[in-house]
């Protein structure tokens, strides 16, 4: 069974620039979960997504956004790009809202 | 806003030594606890979870502490190798979303 994808793993962007960062979640799984992890940071907290709809989001101001597809997968925007944008950026999927979560390996983001 | 403290930072033991991460919440509605491991480059990849139900649960040399009064939990590593080396996170979260990591703890196990 395949895991969760993401892409890309890498992306390069300058300040001001938008990006868009792609995630597959495991086949049946219908939430998914989006997390910051600054360089040597923990995991922070970003979005998530149950059946399409915005479910819950953290402390991130509204430059950050995203959407759930029909098909479950997901994409996540960050407009306005800002130099500290720059970090790791996982997604997770799960069964549903009280699963487990299952982490993919990351869309590495870096701002110029 | 940090809801979930974990400690040490960072943890050096040798091979079969057994190493212990603990961490401390803050929110009593939290009732999900797991535990990722995470190696360099790679996603986090969820290692063991217990729910407040219980006081331990043991999978494998993997086995989590928790003591709901004193809102902590720790993670046992028995007879651990150097290929447990790796970064490990607890987390916490009420209903299984939501999540609040910690700091994370860089184990390094020594052959």
């Known amino acids: 069974e395949a895991g969760v994808t993401q892409s890309p793993t890498h992306l390069i962007k300058t300040r001001g620039q938008q990006a868009t960062l792609r995630c597959s979640p495991i086949s049946g799984h219908t939430s998914v979960y989006w997390y910051q992890q600054a360089l040597g940071l923990g995991l922070q907290f970003l979005l998530w997504?149950?059946?399409?709809?915005?479910?819950n989001r953290g402390n991130f101001p509204p430059r950050f956004s995203g959407r759930q597809f029909p098909n479950y997968s997901s994409e996540l925007n960050v407009n306005a790009l800002e130099l500290e944008d720059s970090a790791l950026y996982l997604c997770?999927?799960?069964?549903?809202?009280?699963?487990?979560?299952?982490f993919g390996p990351g869309t590495r983001l870096t701002v110029t | 806003q940090q809801q979930v403290k974990q400690s040490p930072q960072s943890l050096i033991v040798q091979k079969g030594g057994i190493p212990i991460i603990n961490c401390a919440y803050e929110?009593?509605?939290?009732?999900?606890f797991p535990w990722y491991q995470q190696f360099p480059g790679k996603g986090p990849a969820l290692l063991i979870a217990?729910?407040?139900?219980?006081s331990e649960k043991k999978e494998g040399r993997f086995t989590i502490s928790f003591n709901k009064s004193a809102k902590q939990f720790s993670l046992h590593i028995m007879d651990s190798q150097p290929g447990d080396s790796a970064t490990y996170f607890c987390?916490?979260?009420?209903?299984?979303?939501?999540?609040?990591f910690g700091a994370g703890t860089r184990l390094t196990v020594k052959p």
């Open positions: 987390a916490a979260s009420k209903g299984g979303h939501d999540m609040r």
């Open positions: 929110n009593t509605a939290f009732d999900y």
């Open positions: 997770a999927s799960s069964l549903g809202r009280f699963d487990e979560q299952y």
């Open positions: 217990i729910r407040p139900d219980v």
């Open positions: 997504y149950d059946e399409g709809e915005e479910r």
